[in-house]
């Protein structure tokens, strides 16, 4: 099953995002990838993976993900965030995060949850839409 995935990471958190998907980059490269801006380039600069870019996350990049998921275009969100730095765009990104939690989606806010999401996604083990849909 091809999965929509966006990956997005604050400044300090690109150098791991790149490393992220370059070790997930055979489990990355069936799959349709979406990302905020620099974090795209740098993805794509690094892997040579296809990644649909949006506007960076201070520019509304972060809301441009968050309307996928709202319209349920979006399987997995990976952000990695920098909790110890203050973000101008901050209630863009709690809006994100608080939309992932209405439509049940997967959210990895750090490498050790992104690894235990993308190593279910190498190993085909993504049903939980198909759970939540059979819910009387």
Same mark, same amino acid.
């Given at each position: 099953?091809? /999965?929509?995935? &966006? /990956?997005? &990471?604050?400044?300090?958190?690109?150098?791991?995002?790149?490393?992220?998907?370059? $070790?997930? @980059?055979?489990?990355?490269? #069936?799959?349709?990838?979406?990302?905020?801006?620099?974090?795209? *380039?740098?993805?794509?600069? &690094?892997?040579?993976?296809?990644?649909?870019?949006?506007? $960076? %996350?201070?520019? %509304?990049?972060? *809301? *441009?993900?968050?309307?996928?998921? $709202? +319209?349920?275009?979006?399987?997995?969100?990976?952000?990695? =965030?920098?909790?110890?730095?203050? *973000?101008?765009?901050?209630? #863009?990104? $709690?809006?994100?995060? =608080?939309?992932?939690?209405?439509? +049940?989606?997967?959210?990895?806010? +750090?490498? &050790?949850?992104?690894?235990? /999401?993308?190593?279910?996604?190498?190993?085909?083990?993504? #049903?939980?839409?198909? /759970?939540?849909? @059979?819910?009387?």
């Amino acid at each position: 099953m091809k /999965l929509a995935i &966006a /990956l997005i &990471a604050h400044d300090k958190m690109k150098d791991d995002m790149v490393q992220l998907t370059s $070790s997930y @980059q055979e489990v990355l490269k #069936d799959h349709q990838l979406y990302a905020t801006g620099t974090t795209g *380039q740098r993805i794509i600069e &690094a892997t040579n993976l296809p990644v649909h870019r949006f506007k $960076s %996350g201070p520019l %509304g990049g972060d *809301q *441009q993900i968050g309307g996928m998921v $709202s +319209n349920e275009e979006i399987d997995i969100v990976i952000f990695l =965030r920098d909790p110890l730095t203050p *973000q101008p765009h901050e209630p #863009d990104i $709690s809006a994100l995060l =608080r939309l992932c939690d209405v439509y +049940n989606i997967p959210l990895a806010t +750090n490498i &050790a949850t992104a690894e235990m /999401l993308l190593s279910g996604v190498a190993e085909e083990k993504i #049903d939980w839409r198909k /759970l939540i849909r @059979q819910r009387p």
